[in-house]
């Protein structure tokens, strides 16, 4: 496992700090990002880019898919 590592995303005009970890999973990896106290896990897709995985602990906060994006959105530029 890598030792954590922080998103910086601009959302809703303000640069906002996430902690986040790299994770193998087989033979690909996962990204879990702390948002709030609530973890969020995101994978690699098919077109290269990154997704954000459901769970039930997530389902119960209220995030904004924007910022769901915008993280994905980051992922995939700092994996080029």
Not at 16 to 39: D, N, P
């Amino acid at each position: 496992m890598s030792a954590p590592f922080t998103l910086l995303i601009n959302f809703d005009g303000q640069e906002r700090e996430f902690s986040a970890r790299y994770e193998r999973w087989g033979y690909t990896h996962r990204i879990a990002v702390l948002i709030g106290e609530i973890t969020f896990v995101f994978e690699p897709d098919e077109e290269g880019g990154y997704r954000a995985l459901s769970n039930a602990q997530a389902a119960q906060v209220p995030v904004k898919e924007s910022l769901l994006q915008l993280i994905a959105e980051k992922l995939k530029q700092l994996s080029r």
